[in-house]
C-alpha cells in the first residue's frame, strides 16, 4: 500500500455558507434568509475580509471529512495531537495484522543498503509478531513489536478554522515530510471544493509573508501554488 | 419576529457516513473505499450498537448547521454555553435595534393584564435605547438597558455526537421551555436528513429508560415521537 | 455593588510547571526529576523563547480560577463565547433577584440626564420583575424583563495559553469597555503569580508591536504596563 | 527504566474549589466570598450531590498534572486521544534515544521463551536505529524502526470532570492493562488530594453499580478500593 488521502464527505457549498454566517453577525439580515442574496463577488470580498483580519470562528460552520490509508503510527501519532478533530482509527488491538506494510522514509528509500536492511528488520517483527500471536499472546499485546513505520488507516474530520491552523503548522518545511504530505494532499482537496476559504492557506510564509520559526527553513514558500507542487512521493 | 429554526448546511449522507467511520476501527478495510458495500441494513445495526453501547466517537464525523430568528438572548446564553459548537450571532455592538421584538414566556403570554405591563415595559426600555442612541451614546451602550428578553438571530453548528449530548440535557422537561422548544425543532431537522443517528435520541428517560435528574419531573417522556409532538408556541 | 475580580485558585509555581513541561520536550530528561535543577535564569530565557516562537502548549498545564462580582450579562455573554475556559454563573433561573444592581456604562453615567433616564427604566423593569412573581410567574420567566445591565456573578478557569490568546482579544482597544476592564484585572491577577508567563501578554500592538485588527484603534499600547495602568472605573 | 506516575502540579484545596464553584450557581453568594463559611460537611454533602446527579462541570475548575515516565508509545497514543487534557510529550524527532528501553507486555514477559524472542528483536531493532543514525539518516526517521513499545516520557494536566470521564473509560477491566494501570496511579494520586472529588470515581460498575459495555467483562469492580488495589507489575 501506499498513501491515499481521499476526500469521504464535507459541508456542501463551504464557501457560501461561511460567507453567509458572517455576514449575519455584522448585517440586519434574518438568519433564516442568510443564503439568498449572497453573490459570489461578495462572498469573495468577505471571506477575504475574515481571512486577514483573523476573524475566523465563521470557518467552522463548515467540515471536511478525509479517508487515509498508508500512513505510519508515527504520523497518527502526531495527527491527532490536534484537538479540535475527530477521529476513527484502524484498531491494532481488534484487527490482525496481515502482511507487513510500512513507510519507509526517503532518507532510507534512497539508500538501497540501509532501505534492505531497514525493511529485513521489518519483516523480522511480523515474525515476530505472527509467533507472539500464534503462541496464545493477544493481537493487542504481539503488536508492540511492531515497528512505528507500520501503517495504519484513519478517517478523520476538522472544519474549516481548524483546518487552517493545521496547514500553517503542518505545511511549514519544518514539519515532519510524512505529515506534510498528508496535510498537501488535504488542502488539495479542500480547496477544489473550497476555492474561496483555502486561497490563503498554507504556512506563514505563505499567508502573512512572514516566517514565525524560531529557526526559519531559510528557503520560504512564496505561494499557496508552490506549496501544492511540492510533492513528495514514498 | 416569532421563533424560527431552519437547516442552513449538513454533511450529507449522515447515516453513512457515521455507519462507514465506524466501520474502519474494527475491520479490515481500506479507508478510502469505506463507502462501498455498506447496504442500509448493516449501517443500521451497526448505528444501534454504537448508540446502545454509548461509542459515540464517530458520530463526530457529521455536523448540522442551524439558522436560528427570533430567540431571545435568555435563550442564547443558555445556548452558547455548550462549547463543543460554532456559533456566528448578531452583534448589538455593530446592528442598530429597530422595532421592540421580544420573546414572551407563556406564563406571562396568557394572562392579558401581565402581558400588557410585560409589553408597556419593553416599549419603553426601547424608547430610552432609542433616547441614548440619539443623544450620541454608542448602540454598544444603549442596549445595557435592553431586556433579557430581546430577539437575536444566530448560527449553530453541532456534530452529531454533540447533538445527542444537547437534546439529553435540553430536551428534558425541567430545561427552560425557550431552550426546549429549540432543541425539539432541531432534532426534527436532523432526524429527518439523518433517520438512524438521531433514531434514539432525546432526554434520558426516552433513550435509557430512566431518570438521571436529581428531581425528576414526574411525567417523563416514553418515545422519540413523543417529544417531537411536544410543541410548545411563543 | 461594582465590579470585584479575585484570584479563587491557581496552579503553584506557575512559571516553574511550564518551563519544566517545555523542557520535557527537547531534553533527555526524565518526567518525574522534572523540576529539579531548573533555575530562574533557564526558565525565564525558556519561557520567553517559547512566547517568542508561538510553542504555546506548555502553557497549558498551569490554570488561573477568577471569582467576579458586578458584570453585567452583556459582558458574560461575551465571556462564556471563549470555548477553552469553564465557567460557573449564578443562575437566575433558581435564584431571585434582589435590589436592582446594574451596570452603567461610562458613556451614560457621565451625562446626569441620561443617567437618571436609564436608572429610572432600571427600576421600573425590576418593579416589574417583583410584579410578575408576586403574580405567580416562575423567577426564570420574570427575569426576561430586566436589561442586560443586570448584575451576574461568575467563577471563571483558564489556562495560560488561552489567557495569551484572551488577553490577545480583549485588551484591544477595540474590545467592548467591560469585558477589558475584567480583562484587565485578570491580567494583573494573573501576572503577580506568573511574572514569567505574562512578561509578555496583551493586544497584538504589546506583544507583537503590530496591529492585527482590520481597523486599527490608532492609537496602540507599548508595552504591558502601559494596558494594567488603563484603569476603567464604572 | 519502568513505569513512573507523579504528580506535577495540582490546583491547591480542590475539594474547596469544586464546592465554592457550586454553590454560587444556586445560592444568593458572592463570588469573592466563596470560600468562607464552606465548612468540610456541607463541602462533601454538595459534592456527593453534584456527582449524583451528573453535574460536573464545576469539577472543570480544579486540574491535575501528572508526569510520567517509561509507559509505551502505545498507551501515549491510546492516552492523547483523550482531547480535553494537555500533554507535553518527549521527542522522538529531537532527542536521540540512547539504549533500548520498552514496555513488555505481562502476556510475553511471563514465558521466558517468548521474553528472550521479544527482547531480542528490541535489540535487533536498536541496533538498526543505530545504523541508521550513524549513516547519517535523521533521527526523526531512523525511529520508525523503533518498535511501538519503545519508552517514552509525557507530562499530563487534565480537570477534575474529564479525570472522571477518563477513568470511567480506562479503568474498565477492558481497557488495555498498560493504560489501565496508568490511570490507576493517577486515580491514587489525585484522590490522595482530592478525596471528596475522587470517592466515587472509576468504571460505570463502581460508579452506577451497572456496567455500559456492550459486552461486559464478566467480572465487575465493586469498590473504588478494589479498583485501586488492583495493581499491575511490568
Redo the contacts between chains.
Keep these: 500500500?501506499s498513501l491515499?488521502v481521499?476526500l469521504?464527505?464535507?459541508?456542501?457549498?463551504p464557501d457560501k455558507?461561511v460567507a453567509?454566517?458572517?455576514r449575519?453577525?455584522?448585517?440586519?439580515v434574518?438568519?433564516?434568509s442568510?443564503?439568498e442574496g449572497m453573490d459570489e463577488r461578495k462572498s469573495e470580498k468577505l471571506l477575504e475580509?475574515l481571512l486577514?483580519?483573523?476573524?475566523m470562528?465563521?470557518f467552522?460552520?463548515?467540515?471536511f471529512?478525509f479517508?487515509?490509508?498508508g500512513l505510519?503510527?508515527?504520523c497518527?501519532?502526531q495527527l491527532?495531537?490536534h484537538?479540535?478533530a475527530?477521529?476513527?482509527?484502524?484498531?491494532?488491538?481488534?484487527?490482525?495484522m496481515?502482511n507487513p506494510q510500512?513507510?519507509?522514509?526517503?532518507?532510507?528509500a534512497e539508500?538501497a543498503a540501509?532501505r534492505e536492511?531497514?525493511m529485513e528488520?521489518?519483516q523480522?517483527?511480523f515474525d515476530?509478531y505472527k509467533?507472539?500471536v500464534e503462541?496464545?499472546?493477544?493481537k493487542?499485546?504481539?503488536?508492540?513489536?511492531?515497528?512505528?513505520?507500520?501503517e495504519t488507516?484513519?478517517?478523520v474530520?476538522m472544519?474549516a478554522r481548524e483546518l487552517h491552523h493545521f496547514f500553517g503548522l503542518r505545511l511549514c518545511k519544518r514539519a515532519?515530510w510524512e505529515i506534510r504530505e498528508v496535510a498537501r494532499r488535504m488542502l488539495a482537496l479542500a480547496r477544489e471544493k473550497a476555492p474561496m476559504i483555502f486561497n490563503m492557506a498554507g504556512p506563514a510564509c505563505v499567508v502573512s509573508g512572514k516566517c514565525?520559526?524560531?529557526t526559519s527553513c531559510g528557503n520560504p514558500y512564496t505561494t499557496v501554488e508552490e506549496v501544492l507542487a511540492d510533492v513528495l512521493d514514498f
Design positions: 500500500m491515499s481521499e469521504l464527505a464535507f459541508t456542501p457549498e455558507v453567509a454566517s458572517a449575519l453577525c455584522y448585517s440586519d434574518s438568519a433564516c442568510l443564503k475580509h486577514k483580519s483573523g476573524h470562528s465563521p467552522e460552520h463548515v467540515a471529512t479517508a487515509m490509508d505510519s503510527r508515527v497518527t501519532h491527532v495531537r484537538r479540535l475527530s477521529y476513527s482509527q484502524q484498531s491494532q488491538r481488534y484487527v490482525l496481515g510500512v513507510v519507509v522514509p526517503p532518507s532510507i539508500d540501509l536492511r531497514y528488520m521489518v523480522k517483527s515476530t509467533l507472539l503462541s496464545g499472546v493477544p493487542e499485546d504481539a503488536r508492540y513489536i511492531l515497528p512505528h513505520s507500520w488507516r484513519i478517517v474530520t472544519n515532519q514565525k520559526e524560531a
